[in-house]
């Protein structure tokens, strides 16, 4: 009977992608090597991001230096079925542009899914306005855990292997898959050969297990990352993810994993200039993705980008108080846009004070060797270690900090913005003038290009301090 079904199935999506060619012309569909080389040999990818990597946040992005950029993970069953939240979605669809039409290439839109029917029909409807269509093997959220999608898939390499191989035989265009790694590095590459045997064309490598998520986040595991690049990598491209604070680290993660792509998340989210080497205002950034946002309409949820506000100034919000609370509140776009016309008034004003204060931030690093930079900069978040008294709590799934992470993108609160326990506490309370002088005096001078080991290190010790609590 399984049988019957399974080849019921197998003729249905036969059937629906040969409508689809037929209504639709595509050149050939180009493998491994030479699908990453007909996009341009992507090296600076900006991450799927729930909420956060939608179409201005892409174009922004684009313009420091992205080279591929990944639509927000979308549900395919959702997809395929709902046509209001695959226009919600995934604003521009409904027009017949995609993403963002040509100029938003190239694109990768990623999907969860554990039915491979209802994957291939949702990947059909986005296969001409992209340049491949990505599964999510990551995620850890609890949401994915009831959902079965994501990371939560990883025992059931059957499913896996039948929602790649479907997309593989019927799509026009690449599948592609993104995954986390098993605790054993010689599972995650039994794991990595048997997706690319499956058909994925590319392979993201988050070098993090599952549970490494929220407070727990703590080190990818760059040489898991190297050992899959190794196995599999004469087959097709492999792109690393994880540990990315500074650009420095960019360079760092390709020479040790050997891999030929670095995809960031979290630190493009908070400095979308990431992939270059200059060191910008949080306001010029704000300035060009709120114009971004007015170019396109009124597509672009408001929580959006209220979300990428919050963190394009979360220093500076740990100061100016008041515009976090109001930010916090806002209604319609044009409170949203006041309160960042507001924010770039105090800014130029801080930063101007401080300079006229002779201020010098250049080459200064805190206690723990972070570089300290004037809360008006664009600069990397660090997740506050998890108090002991909530780990256990977590632990026990009662709550998911993945979860809260992805609502607060949305509808972010203080508390994401409270500032690390990493040193850049002080610039809560680092202001202008004597009070900065004085702490300028303690404080050690590293050369810039040790910045990204500086960080590295410190977050593996982070790492070990969390895994000897959980152990
Ligand atoms: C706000 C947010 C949303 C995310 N949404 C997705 C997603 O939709 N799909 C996915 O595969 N990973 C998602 N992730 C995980 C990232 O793509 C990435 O794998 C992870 O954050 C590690 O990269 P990083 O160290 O550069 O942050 C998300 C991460 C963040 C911070």
Redesign the pocket.
Known sequence: MPNITKQGAEERNAALAAKFKSEHAFPPKLSGWDFYRSIGSPKYIV???????ELPWRILSRRYNADLC?T??FNAKLFAVDARYRNESWAGLKDGLGGGGPNDRPLIV?F?ANDPEYLLQAALMVAPYCDAV?I????PQHIARRGHY?SYLMEDWPLISSLISTLHRHLPIPVTA?I?VFPEVEKTIEYAKMVVESGAQLL?V?G?LREMKGHM?GV?DWEKIRAVQEAVSHLVPVIA????LYHEDLAKCLERTGCVGV???????YNPAIFTTQILESWKLADEYLAICDELGDDIKLAYIR?HLFKLFRPSMAIHTDLRAELGVVQSKEEIWAVARKMKERLIQDAEASRRAGENFEGCVDEKGFPIMPHWLLQPYFRKPMPDQQQSKKEDGADDD?DE??A??ATETGHMHDLNSFGCEQHKIKTFGVQQQEQQQNQTIVPQEAVGAVALEIMANAQVAVETKSS
Do not use: F
């Open positions: 991450a799927p991001m729930v909420d956060q990597s990944y927000p993970m990623q969860c990505d999510n093997l990551g995620c994501g993104k986390r993201v988050h993090r986040t990818a993810n994880g540990n990315i995809m960031s998340a979290e630190a493009n989210l979300g993945e992470a992805i607060a993108s």
